[in-house]
Nanobody
Framework: EVQLVESGGGLVQAGGSLRLSCQTS????????MGWFRQAPGKEREGIVC????????YYEHAGKGRSNMSIDYNKNTVFLQMNNLTPEDTAVYYC?????????????WGQGTQVTVPS
């Protein structure tokens, strides 16, 4: 059973940074692409960053380009998202997700999410 559990959200001041964690289990990083996306109230899902299966390629969407970094601790099966220079527009629920092999941004599994709030 695939399980994804995000943590690390909270209140972040504008200009600050976030570091989120996603504890994973039940699948192999060789078979699934792993990524982060977010959803703000009343808005569609927005991709941030994704690493394809086998750590072959990293893709950034607009939300994450130039100010985010994704890493994987294979020993702990934990995925991290670092995002810098946050603004109130970054307020959203942040999710980690997996998709078969490639970064299709069509997630097969995702966690419960962690709220990040950047006050204006």
């Amino acid at each position: 059973e695939v399980q994804l559990v995000e943590s690390g959200g909270g209140l972040v001041q504008a200009g600050g940074s976030l570091r989120l964690s996603c504890q994973t289990s039940g699948f192999s990083f060789d078979d699934y692409a792993m990524g982060w996306f977010r959803q703000a109230p009343g808005k569609e899902r927005e991709g941030i960053v994704c690493i394809s299966s086998g750590n072959a390629f990293t893709y950034y969407e607009h939300a994450g380009k130039g100010r985010s970094n994704m890493s994987i601790d294979y020993n702990k099966n934990t995925v991290f998202l670092q995002m810098n220079n946050l603004t109130p527009e970054d307020t959203a629920v942040y999710y980690c997700g997996v998709a078969p092999l490639v970064c299709s941004w069509l997630w097969t599994y995702w966690g419960q999410g962690t709220q990040v709030t950047v006050p204006s």
